[in-house]
């Protein structure tokens, strides 16, 4: 029951992370989702449906809609939405899908056509935000667009092409299409380091992408999932040996100031289970090496404290820029703070819960 009594003492009297709409937030709304379509515990719907009930009025306006700055991390917590129609019918949530549509549809773009990180940094793409928009754009398409997949395939084309190191078979963190950022190669655009949570982020949106369109669209679906297969290979070439989980700058296990971080971890762990239950990788290998992240993290890195549970060594938060700021060198992802119990890891680790065990693996917990 360790797992269950620390999810159900996170969402017991759970604070919005932030006070306005959030990815956070997100993650532990999406966490909620997966567990309860697992599951079917009641507890898990309530809790989506009494944090979205006071922000979502009957016009769809979603009321803490920060709309003074684009954000492509404004969008993450709009897949819930979807959710929230399905299962109340209320014509609220239809309206407040529209409301967030309406925003990405004229937010900026590189002049690649990716989507804009944020206001403040111009002309970046950045692994995290193709989870943030992404999956929501293809649950659009896919239940009140046209079902036109290929801007979404174009921008993971444009990442794969620029952002990817065959040296390393991985991806860096971020991509400055100007090239006038600090943090970035002159002659690139490219970030130096490759940070795992950013290399989680973006194979989570593969596998989510590839999950939602299905066989809507053959063509983009094998293209993304051509994509995803390679930065699978890519990645598992650096899982520790002993525990298999991953390190906070991928490929610097070696560095005595880098560590095993989870939330990346459990990310990957969350990619790999999906992805074979989906169908995209074929050998259960790849299930089997998720199941063992899990497992390990629950162990080690879920610790007992004069009766607290806490997920421990998360990431508090990663960047780059803006100006001199977050300069993407393994000393930079190296100092970030070091937190536990961050909804980026409790969300994820719900995720990765509900795609390894099936119920009665559940009672039996």
């Known amino acids: 029951m360790k797992i269950k009594k620390y999810i159900y003492g996170i969402l017991d ?4 992370f932030k006070n306005y709409w959030n990815y956070e937030d997100g993650c532990i709304l999406s966490g909620c989702m997966h567990m309860y379509e697992a599951s079917g515990e009641k507890i898990y719907r309530d809790f989506i449906l009494k944090y979205l009930d006071p922000l979502i009025s009957e016009d769809g306006t979603i009321r803490n809609f920060d709309n003074s700055k684009y954000s492509i991390d404004s969008f993450n917590s709009g897949k819930i939405l979807f959710f929230a129609y399905d299962q109340t019918g209320e014509d609220r949530y239809r309206k407040a899908i529209e409301y967030l549509w309406v925003r990405l549809k ?9 989507f804009i990180h944020k206001s403040i940094y111009p002309d970046q793409v950045w692994l995290d935000g193709l989870y943030m928009a992404q999956p929501f754009y293809a649950l659009y398409e896919k239940y009140f667009g046209s079902g036109d997949y290929s801007d979404i395939l174009n921008q993971f084309l444009n990442v794969r092409a620029n952002m990817y190191i065959d040296e390393k078979c991985l991806y860096c963190h971020g991509y400055d299409t100007a090239r006038v950022q600090p ?12 940070w795992l949570r950013s290399a989680g982020w973006y194979m989570m949106a593969l596998v989510d992408i590839i999950d939602i369109i299905d066989k809507c669209d053959n063509i983009c679906s094998r293209e993304l999932s051509r994509i995803f297969i390679e930065a699978v290979e890519g990645i598992i070439k650096y899982e520790d040996e002993k525990t298999g989980m991953y390190y906070q700058v991928i ?6 100031r880098n560590y095993m971080e989870t939330s990346g971890s459990l990310m990957i762990a969350y990619s790999l289970m999906k992805g074979y239950r989906s169908g995209i990788l074929k050998s259960k290998d790849y299930y089997y090496k998720g199941k063992r992240i899990f497992d390990y993290v629950t162990e080690e890195k879920l610790t007992e404290k004069e009766g607290k549970l806490s997920l421990t060594d998360i990431c508090c938060s990663a960047g780059l ?14 100092s970030e703070k070091i937190v536990s119990d961050d909804p980026k890891g409790i969300g994820v680790l719900m995720m990765a819960y509900a795609g390894c065990i099936n119920e009665s693996d559940m009672q039996e917990e």
């Open 13 to 16: 009297g759970y604070k919005n």
């Open 106 to 114: 004229i937010y900026p773009r590189t002049s690649e056509g990716n």
């Open 183 to 194: 943090w970035a190669d002159k002659k690139s655009g490219l970030s130096e380091s490759f």
């Open 251 to 256: 490929d610097k296990g070696e560095d005595s």
């Open 321 to 334: 820029g803006p100006g001199e700021e977050r300069d993407g060198s393994p000393e930079y992802y190296f």
